[in-house]
């Protein structure tokens, strides 16, 4: 798999995702394992590039002269939503009701177009998780989601297929003379 190819579907994903979440939906929002000061009530966290997995077969393609291997990939982010004690109880269910709208929001058209100009694609939302977490010797309600994401990934393949053969040689004739001779023959041909 193309490792360069999926650092910047990483770094393209994090510049989409951190800015939709903070303009769209109005929340701080921060990359899962930074380090503390956690930021204030409430705010998302991304886990970017929880899990890869290929599907489908790779395809070689050749593009001129060059050789690629393209492959499809799904990439899982985790999405956990923390909202302060207070709002757990009135009747809105803060976490649950925030990350149903990230997910919608993910659907827009603008986003589409977002997500595919950088050669991905939202592709589905799991089922919203609740759960209260103590942090800070509070409970937090928290909301958890897996967000699936596609792309494809294109590296330089050598097949290790021969190009070019050159035959050649002197050979006898009946006669006693000698012919010199060479041929190529070209893959395709």
């Known amino acids: 798999m193309a490792t360069s190819n999926l650092s910047m579907r990483y770094n393209s994903l994090r510049q989409i995702l951190i800015p939709l979440v903070r303009d769209q939906i109005g929340v701080t929002c921060i990359i899962g394992g930074q380090a503390a000061p956690r930021p204030p009530l409430p705010y998302?966290?991304?886990d970017l590039m929880n899990s890869l997995a290929e599907f489908g077969r790779p395809e070689t393609r050749l593009q001129g002269e060059q050789e690629t291997l393209v492959q499809n990939v799904y990439i899982q982010v985790q999405m956990n939503v923390f909202t302060d004690s207070d709002s757990r109880f009135d009747g809105t269910d803060y976490a649950l009701s925030m990350a149903e709208r990230v997910c919608r929001t993910l659907n827009l058209p603008?986003?589409?177009q977002s997500f595919s100009?950088?050669?991905?694609a939202y592709i589905s939302s799991g089922i919203i998780g609740t759960q209260s977490t103590i942090l800070s010797t509070t409970y937090e309600p928290k909301a958890s989601v897996f967000l699936k994401f596609g792309t494809v990934v294109q590296m330089d393949y050598d097949s290790g297929a021969i190009d070019t053969v050159k035959v050649g040689g002197n050979f006898k004739t009946v006669d006693g003379g000698t012919i010199n001779t060479e041929s190529t023959i070209e893959s395709g041909d």
């Open 44 to 46: 998302i966290s991304f």
């Open 110 to 112: 603008i986003n589409i």
């Open 117 to 120: 100009a950088a050669n991905l």
